[in-house]
T-cell receptor
Framework: RKEVEQDPGPFNVPEGATVAFNCTYSNSASQSFFWYRQDCRKEPKLLMSVYSSGNEDGRFTAQLNRASQYISLLIRDSKLSDSATYLCVVRGNTGGFKTIFGAGTRLFVKA | DGGITQSPKYLFRKEGQNVTLSCEQNLNHDAMYWYRQDPGQGLRLIYYSQIVNDFQKGDIAEGYSVSREKKESFPLTVTSAQKNPTAFYLC??????????????FGSGTQLSVL
């Protein structure tokens, strides 16, 4: 089993749609969780940190369920510019700063 | 400006040759990482380092080596033992866990290709 698993995608949605990304992690000792966005052949950029209480930033909402070892990202009113790959990232407690990325889910938003 | 610098942007390797990818940061971060990304795939961890003179294998360390002699520098050597080295390589650093801006800072990547 991979340490971090995401929906395989790709997701093709029209502008204005709501889209949800799911991610599970295997190490229950993991401490920090993030969503990154990556455009083609560029370095990933931090989209949001994810907290147990849930957090929202404009059209983006992230949730963490530690009991189920599950992380989600919701994008509302999707824009063409949201087209990218979304990466789930988990940072461990054991092994120091080991930071593992999911394989990513590609999103295509179409007019 | 503070940041991470990777060089070169493009690198070509001949069969049986070792090549070294450079990664330098002036962010005063203790932790540094090397990831490999294949087309259409996510990032896979090669090596990471928590502190100077210490580093740990990631998930795909075979065929690679690193050193961490200075806090600012974490070079990655792709050895001839790595039979499929063509990929996009990303270096990153991060502040200590628990700090307010605990994100990974990435370099702009090196595309390595085999001649």
């Amino acid at each position: 089993r991979k340490e971090v698993e995401q929906d395989p995608g790709p997701f093709n949605v029209p502008e204005g749609a709501t889209v949800a990304f799911n991610c599970t992690y295997s190490n229950s000792a993991s401490q920090s969780f993030f969503w990154y966005r990556q455009d083609c052949r560029k370095e990933p950029k931090l989209l949001m940190s994810v907290y147990s209480s849930g957090n929202e930033d404009g059209r983006f909402t992230a949730q963490l369920n530690r009991a189920s070892q599950y992380i989600s990202l919701l994008i509302r009113d999707s824009k063409l510019s949201d087209s990218a790959t979304y990466l789930c990232v988990v940072r461990g407690n054991t092994g120091g700063f080991k930071t593992i990325f999911g394989a990513g889910t590609r999103l295509f938003v179409k007019a | 400006d503070g940041g991470i610098t990777q060089s070169p942007k493009y690198l070509f390797r001949k069969e049986g040759q070792n090549v070294t990818l450079s990664c330098e940061q002036n962010l005063n971060h203790d932790a540094m990482y090397w990831y490999r990304q294949d087309p259409g795939q996510g990032l896979r961890l090669i090596y990471y380092s928590q502190i100077v003179n210490d580093f740990q294998k990631g998930d795909i360390a075979e065929g690679y080596s690193v050193s961490r002699e200075k806090k600012e520098s974490f070079p990655l050597t792709v050895t001839s033992a790595q039979k499929n080295p063509t990929a996009f390589y990303l270096c990153a650093s991060s502040p200590p866990r628990g700090t307010t801006n605990e994100k990974l800072f990435f370099g702009s990547g090196t595309q390595l290709s085999v001649l």
